[in-house]
Structure formats: C-alpha cells, structure tokens
C-alpha cells in the first residue's frame, strides 16, 4: 500500500503528470464550489421569499416601499451576484479560463448593489467618491475587454 502511494508520488515528478493532477484538483474544487454555490443562492431565494412574506402579511401604518424597499432590491441583487459566481464557476468548468468580462460584470453588479442600498446619511463624501472611481474603473475595464473581445472575435 506504501509502495502504491510512493509510485504515484514519483509519478507526479514530471511535468505532464503533475499538470494533469493540478488540472484534477482544480476541476474537483470547482464542482464543489459550485455545489456550496447552488446551496447559497438556494437559501438567498428562500430569504427573500421569507422577507417579502413577512413584510406583505405585516400591518403596516406606512407603505410598504418607504424603508423596506432598498433591504428588498439588496436581497433581490444578492441572488443575482451568487448567480453571476455560479456563471463564472460554471464557465471556468466548462473552459478551463476565468472569463475576464464575467469578473468584471459581477464586480460591477456588487457596486450597484452597494449604491442601490446606500444610506446617503451615514456615508461620506469619500465613501461615495470611493463608489463613483470603482464603478468608473469597472466600466472602463469592461468596455475595454469586451473591445477587445470583439476583436478577437471578428
């Protein structure tokens, strides 16, 4: 049995071999990030639907929308980032390259988000300065890589 562990070890020695067991483990990983991935927007769907339950059945003196609205668009724009994780994974598995636009289309996604949900009175001026650079970052990022996409394309 030590003998069988050892062989393979010393198999692992070139360059072919242990590539293609890197490539293994990267692909195991992948499957298994997916799955915790599934699990996750499993239960994001299953708290929004418990959130807006509660807040539809709740009696209220106000509307519904006034401060419940920006906590229903923020879970609503959390499922949608842990499907974007679950296209970039799912990518991955399927072609073996992280897809640059997928990345950066989730990224600017989570800043939406952030901006959608962002109480303008506990937040300073850096804090939105700090927003507006990082989704005019990412725009530029994508604008960049799907130019050149489409070129590579053509």
Not at 19 to 48: G, P, W
Not at 128 to 135: E, P
Not at 142 to 151: A, E, G, K, S
Request: net charge neutral; charged share 20%.
């Amino acid at each position: 049995m030590l003998k069988k562990i050892f062989r393979k070890i010393s198999k692992l020695g070139s360059d072919e071999n242990f590539l293609h067991f890197t490539e293994s483990v990267e692909v195991i990983i992948s499957k298994i990030l997916s799955l915790a991935m599934i699990l996750v927007i499993i239960v994001s769907v299953c708290d929004l639907v418990i959130y807006l339950t509660k807040e539809l059945l709740n009696d209220h003196d106000e509307t519904l929308l006034k401060d419940t609205l920006f906590v229903i668009f923020g879970l609503f724009l959390n499922v949608l980032i842990a499907l974007e994780i679950l296209e970039n994974i799912t990518a991955y598995l399927r072609k073996h390259v992280i897809q640059v636009e997928l990345v950066i289309v989730t990224s600017l996604i989570a800043v939406s988000r952030k901006i959608i949900i962002l109480d303008l009175e506990k937040k300073t001026a850096s804090d939105l300065i700090g927003l507006a650079a990082a989704i005019f970052a990412l725009s530029i990022s994508y604008l960049i890589v799907r130019y050149t996409n489409q070129r590579h394309d053509s």
